[in-house]
Antibody, heavy 127, light 108 residues
Framework: QVQLQESGPGLVKPSESLSLTCTVS????????WSWIRQPPGKGLDWIGY???????NYNPSLKSRVTISIDTSKKQFSLKVTSVTVADTAVYYCARVPIRMVRGDPLPGEYGMDVWGQGTSVTVSS | DIQMTQSPSTLSASVGDTVTITCRVSQSISTWLAWYQQKPGKAPRLLIFASSTLQPGVPSRFSGSGSGTEFTLTIFSLQPDDFATYYC??????????FGPGTKVDVK
């Protein structure tokens, strides 16, 4: 059974950095893309970005300047860092698995949606 | 930037009803669209990918259709477990994902 588990601080001060980790179990971390999504209180879903096992990333343009996603295949973990946080970064943060489609031998994300999600972790930005 | 809209934003329905949610995208995305169901306090659940393919384990009363810029999610014979918020999500040629604003299906 595939499981994803987010972990990290629940409270971050404004202007500091937010760091979260997602631990993967029951699936090969090398066989999928891995994504972060967030949801501010009472609002909709906001895609943050994704990473492949080789370190290839893609980010939401609206967050790109403040976001870094990294991966540690030996630990079966991938991580999110958001710098210079404000109250607007207060949200539940989810990690999710992104199945691959092969296009002319290149593994690409997207066609199959995000099929496995973590339970989410709440992060509050407050002094 | 690709913009996404969903209509209606809220839909009131009764058990047994057939409901339809529409998702519109500002530029053509072929069939690169997924639908998710989210209940309060829970993570989203993938229902449909590639516009019309049902995720394994999802009941057959859920149906998706559309291509290009207009897509629909239909729930036939609404069940008590189906009252939730539904999101569409697109994937475009720039390898970016975007979610729609959501449609809440509540009890009439």
């Amino acid at each position: 059974q595939v499981q994803l588990q987010e972990s990290g601080p629940g409270l971050v001060k404004p202007s500091e950095s937010l760091s979260l980790t997602c631990t993967v179990s029951g699936a090969s971390i090398s066989a999928y893309y891995w994504s972060w999504i967030r949801q501010p209180p009472g609002k909709g879903l906001d895609w943050i970005g994704y990473i492949y096992f080789n370190g290839s990333t893609n980010y939401n343009p609206s967050l790109k300047s403040r976001v870094t996603i990294s991966i540690d295949t030996s630990k079966k973990q991938f991580s999110l860092k958001v710098t210079s946080v404000t109250v607007a970064d207060t949200a539940v943060y989810y990690c999710a698995r992104v199945p691959i489609r092969m296009v002319r031998g290149d593994p690409l994300p997207g066609e199959y949606g995000m099929d496995v999600w973590g339970q989410g972790t709440s992060v509050t930005v407050s002094s | 930037d690709i913009q996404m809209t969903q209509s209606p934003s809220t839909l009131s329905a009764s058990v047994g009803d057939t409901v339809t949610i529409t998702c519109r995208v500002s530029q053509s995305i072929s069939t690169w669209l997924a639908w998710y169901q989210q209940k309060p306090g829970k993570a989203p659940r993938l229902l449909i990918f590639a516009s019309s393919t049902l995720q394994p384990g999802v009941p057959s009363r859920f149906s998706g259709s559309g291509s290009g810029t207009e897509f629909t999610l239909t729930i036939f014979s609404l069940q008590p477990d189906d009252f939730a918020t539904y999101y569409c999500q697109q994937y475009n040629s720039f390898s970016l994902f975007t979610f729609g604003p959501g449609t809440k299906v509540d009890v009439k």
